[in-house]
């Protein structure tokens, strides 16, 4: 009998692990011989086949364990990825120098034939091995709504859209970045532990990634298992599900009002939670591992492929070890650091940030400062005081204000301050610090801090609005950490600040920022914060580092909770001189 050895790469996807262990379960389950293994191809018997799926297989290994090519030939490719991206093209490469195909979506199934590649439908269905939830439709769910997806800039943006027809729902948005998933973190989840998130949320929110069209099927399906309602943007490729029937399609704008309309429809919710699971039910992935086995068996002796370009393609794509995504967004909108393409600064630019540099200095020794306290406040229950500060290009911050004071949980009390912003003299239920010139984001906040009395500190800028939950959520998980954080959704580059702290990522970029619930004892550890001219625009980051390098504990709370206005700050020695700026934060830590 033939038998068929999954193979998966080591350092590789979990989730392409996950899923071929499920096929090699139904080939089992069919009356097949199956294996699953991981990293190099093992010894072999005579009737062994191997099953990879392509694009990320050969582009993963290293190259002294790439196939041979009588291997290669005894390989079949598991394909998943749809037309319209990027993988699907480096995919389509790959297989001509297997011996066989398969392919889990029609459209792709399509293309690859039109492309003269000969490939077999492999139809995705029911397995036990998804199935946490068992079909109780009474079963308690305390999630509303969930997301399960890589970030990208059109996901993120449209995510960030939904913050307010979201805002009184229990959300859990998760977005890793696009890079390899082998371990769990917080905002990854495999197998089991995505399964029983699954089971325990209401709906999930489906976005297409790049150009495809069609309907994500593994984590539709994965949903279905376990009882969670699939809310997609329109999708082709859906049958034989059918629309509002077993899921619910709408244009992708509305998805947030959509989800949160069905919300307070239990029984329609219940229904396509039924029917859903249902129709997964009926889905039978046995015929589809019968003829994965008939193709097994019916790989001859074919001469092997020339395997020399496939070789080279792959260790051309293949990402330097510990590679960080690419596309994950700065949180400052002018950083050209690490990640700029640009080259150094010119001589002017050095020129003029040390201009910046000394006119800021030169304020800092004459400006004035002045106090105007809150013309009326009732404090707040929660022991928390919030810090804000506006610069040049930010908005007034009277709404943000305003909605922290009429929110959920109200602070103790909102601290602003105005750095070089002249405001219109009225009544504001907060303490207002003025300073005439602009002193700096840092000193403007550590003068804030010397105000301040809470336990608690709400670290903001101006330009911002908050959730009326936003307290409250923050509040909700701080137990046994020193810092809670969640993103903020800006209108150009989506979710800023929506990634946890990791110091192999902030070396080379900003990405976290303002918008973080920090223990008044760290910020008093930490000296306030970083209040060097030279460093405007990077004082939270610098904070950040800090928290990442002594490992204090964090929490993400994976809901946009706020959002802002995209700013336009005037120049910083950062803009000016970027490069020196950059490589100055390390010798400043």
């Known amino acids: 009998m033939t038998e068929l050895c999954f193979v998966s790469a080591e350092g590789g996807s979990a989730f392409m692990e996950e899923l071929l262990e499920v096929v090699a379960d139904a080939v089992r389950t069919a009356g097949g011989k199956a294996r699953t293994a991981v990293g190099r191809y093992p010894e072999a018997g005579a009737d062994t086949v191997f099953v990879v799926v392509p694009h990320e297989y050969f582009v993963t290994i290293q190259d002294a364990d790439f196939p041979t090519a009588e291997q290669c ?175 619910v399609l709408a244009r992708p704008e509305a998805l947030g009002s959509v989800v949160a309309a069905l919300a307070d429809e239990p029984e329609r919710e219940r229904h396509l939670r039924s029917a859903a699971y249902g129709f997964v039910k009926s889905l039978d992935m046995t015929a589809s591992a019968r003829r994965l086995i008939d193709l097994a068996s019916s790989l001859g002796s074919a001469p092997a492929a020339d395997i020399a370009p496939a070789r080279t393609l792959a260790t051309s794509l293949r990402n330097p070890e510990d590679a960080l995504a690419v596309d ?5 909108a002018r950083f050209a650091g690490d990640r700029s393409a640009a080259g150094p600064a010119s001589a002017r630019g050095t020129a003029l940030s040390a201009r910046i540099a000394q006119r800021a200095a030169g304020a800092r020794r004459v400006a004035s400062r002045t106090w105007e306290p809150a013309a009326a406040s009732v404090p707040g229950s929660a022991d928390v005081d919030v810090l804000i500060v506006r610069r040049t290009g930010e908005v007034d911050p009277d709404d943000l204000a305003n909605d922290l004071l009429t929110g959920s949980v109200p602070p103790r009390k909102v601290l602003v301050g105005e750095d070089g912003v002249h405001p219109w003299p009225r009544p504001r239920p907060y303490d207002v610090l003025l300073h005439d010139t602009p002193l700096g984001r840092g000193l403007t906040r550590n003068s804030l801090l010397e105000r301040s009395t809470a336990s608690w500190l709400l670290v903001l800028d101006g330009g911002m609005r908050a959730s009326e939950f936003l307290l409250e959520r923050l509040l909700a998980a701080s137990d046994d950490v020193d810092v809670v954080h969640c993103p903020v959704a800006d209108p150009v580059d989506g979710l800023v600040g929506a990634l946890p702290p990791e110091e192999r990522r902030l070396r080379t970029l900003p990405y976290l920022g303002s918008g973080y619930l920090v223990r008044r004892s760290l910020v008093d550890e930490f000296g306030g914060w970083n209040s060097e001219v030279l460093f405007e625009g990077l004082e939270d980051h610098l904070f950040w580092r800090r928290v990442a390098a002594s490992a204090k504990p964090t929490a993400l709370v994976q809901q946009v909770l706020l959002r802002r206005l995209r700013p336009d700050p005037d120049s910083r020695p950062m803009d000016l001189d970027p490069h020196r700026v950059w490589a100055a934060v390390e010798s400043a830590l």
């Not at 973190?185 to 949320?201: I, M, N, Q, T, Y």
């Not at 994950?328 to 400052?332: E, G, L």
């Open 73 to 247: 030939r005894r390989t079949i490719g598991f394909c998943v990825e749809h037309p319209g991206t990027a993988t699907f093209e480096r995919n389509a490469e790959l297989l001509s120098i297997l011996g066989g195909a398969v392919d889990i979506n029609h459209d792709s199934t399509a293309e690859l034939r039109r492309r003269g590649i000969a490939v077999e439908q492999f139809q995705l269905g029911y397995s036990p091995l998804w199935d946490l939830w068992g079909g109780d439709l009474d079963s308690p769910r305390d999630l509303d709504v969930t997301y399960l997806g890589t970030a990208e800039r059109r996901r993120s943006v449209l995510l960030g859209s939904y913050a307010r027809d979201l805002a009184g729902l229990r959300t859990r948005l998760l977005t890793p970045p696009h890079e390899p998933m082998t371990t769990a973190r917080v905002d990854f989840l495999p197998g089991k532990a995505k399964f029983e998130h699954l089971a325990r949320s209401r709906f999930l929110l489906n976005l297409h990634r790049e150009q495809k069209q069609t309907l994500e099927w593994v984590r539709t399906l994965e949903a279905m298992t376990n009882g969670c309602v699939v809310v997609s943007e329109t999708s082709a490729d859906v049958e034989p599900l059918v629309p509002g029937e077993h899921l």
């Open 328 to 332: 994950t967004p700065s949180f400052d």
